[in-house]
């Protein structure tokens, strides 16, 4: 299959008595880059418009593959047949084994390459400033509340963190933030996933302190359900939350296969504004703010910012009196995405997006120290899976959401984020 040897079985063939610790070496850089392949495969199929059932077959398909991997490679290529173990040489090994090892060491070579992607990052130079309080949930309740819900056997990793809640404030400045603006504040809300696995008590009394935080403006970018009954935990929780210049929201892939009418009624009796596939335009001192909102791939179609629902209910509140009748029509309009995945960046940027803000990848749920984040339902991989980037002109923040379906934290905390926005010729 190939022409040329991969440069490790070169170096194999050479010498054929390569120490038992390299070899050992190198089987676990095949075992690592095989997982990678494998991870790889389900965090691009999870970017896809594919129900929870075929997903739920390619996962087991995965879980299969990765955990037999390495006895296998130990068995049929440690102990046995070449028996690279046990003084066996590299030059027996079998052509079909010889074509998938150097698979793995591409694969292996996408785990250095998103090492370093990730060691390298640095935060964007709009951030100013970031500050974050932890808050344990479970500690404030005195007890872990873990309910009936699937997968709860997760709640019991060890350093499992999904009742330790991040509560985040990043300040950033913004060329584009009209000056009368500077200090606007957005709670950004993602990724709830009420499946009943964790229990009422902690959104509750989550909620409870989320109601108290100060912003202009709340958004919700997805997946607030799994399971349709537990609806009925939206008034506690959501639909508490106030905010002067309005609350808007998204729906997720997770809330796709349920009773999405019923969902987007529900948040509209708390007033809630839906902006799935359209674009809302407000009136805020003298200029115009247009929220748009995407569910794609999954659900609607992209929305038009050229053509905005004129939404005025909350102008004259928020702009403190009367505003001058073409103040609004002197400047382009400041444009806030809500995009439930971030994979819509290209096409933010594209519509001159000024912020995007999604949620979906959840900061990976499971981060490596040194390798970083693993798990992300995105054709990009990790590399989005949570935080900011900028990508003039878009300043895209990716929430690591409150949930998830898998309750499994690991070095990644669930989020509440506050961001500030400054403009560009306000004060420093």
């Known amino acids: 299959m190939f022409d040329v040897p991969p440069p490790i079985f070169v170096l194999a063939a050479e010498r054929n008595d390569l120490p038992l610790w390299i070899n050992v070496a190198i089987f676990v850089g095949f075992i690592a880059g095989h997982t990678e392949l494998w991870v790889t495969f389900v965090n691009r199929v999870h970017a896809l418009p594919l129900r929870c059932q075929t997903l739920r077959r390619l996962r087991h398909i995965h879980d299969l593959f990765v955990l037999m991997f390495p006895p296998a490679l130990v068995w049929f290529v440690g102990l046995r047949g070449p028996a690279l173990l046990v003084g066996g040489s590299w030059s027996n090994v079998p052509g079909g084994w010889r074509a998938y090892l150097a698979v793995c060491s591409l694969g292996f070579v996408g785990i250095v390459i998103s090492t370093l992607r990730w060691q ?3 935060p964007p130079a709009v951030l100013e400033e970031s500050h974050s309080q932890t808050i344990d949930i479970a500690q404030r309740l005195g007890r872990r ?9 997760l709640t019991h990793v060890p350093g499992n963190e999904i009742f330790r809640v991040e509560f985040t404030e990043q300040t950033f400045r913004l060329p584009s933030l009209p000056p009368q603006w500077d200090g606007l504040s957005i709670l950004h809300v993602a990724d709830t996933h009420f499946i009943g696995t964790v229990k009422r008590e902690f959104f509750d009394a989550l909620f409870e302190i989320v109601a108290g935080i100060e912003a202009d403006l ?3 970018t997805g997946d607030l359900l799994d399971k349709q009954p537990y609806l009925d935990w939206l008034p506690t929780t959501l639909g508490r939350l106030e905010a002067p210049l309005g609350r808007y929201f998204i729906l997720g892939n997770h809330d796709w296969p349920l009773d999405v009418p019923a969902i987007r009624r529900r948040f509209a009796e708390h007033g809630w504004v839906d902006v799935a596939g359209k674009a809302v335009a407000i009136e805020h001192r003298g200029h115009t703010l247009v929220i748009a909102g995407t ?5 609607g179609e992209h929305p038009e910012f050229a053509r905005p629902t004129v939404e005025r209910q909350h ?18 309009p400041f444009r806030l995405l809500l995009s439930h995945t971030p994979d819509h960046l290209p096409w933010a940027r594209r519509q001159h997006v000024d912020l995007m803000l999604s ?3 959840h900061g990976g749920q499971v981060v490596l120290p040194i390798v970083g984040p693993v798990y992300s ?5 990790v590399r989005y899976a949570g935080g900011a980037f900028h990508e003039p002109p878009t300043l895209l923040y990716v929430s690591r959401g409150i949930s ?3 309750p499994l934290r690991w070095n990644c905390q669930p989020e509440i984020a506050r961001l500030i926005l400054r403009s560009g010729s306000g004060p420093s």
């Not at 873990?146 to 056997?153: D, S, T, V």
């Not at 505003?323 to 609004?328: G, H, K, L, R």
């Open 145 to 153: 509340p873990i309910g009936e819900g699937p997968h709860r056997m």
């Open 315 to 332: 102008s004259h509140r928020a702009s403190g009196g009367r505003q001058p009748p073409d103040a609004c029509e002197e400047a382009e």
């Open 120 to 122: 390298l990052r640095r």
């Open 359 to 361: 949620g979906h990848n």
């Open 295 to 299: 569910e794609r791939p999954w659900m």
């Open 404 to 406: 998830g379906r898998h």
């Open 218 to 220: 709340t958004v919700f």
């Open 377 to 381: 339902p995105s054709r990009y991989g």
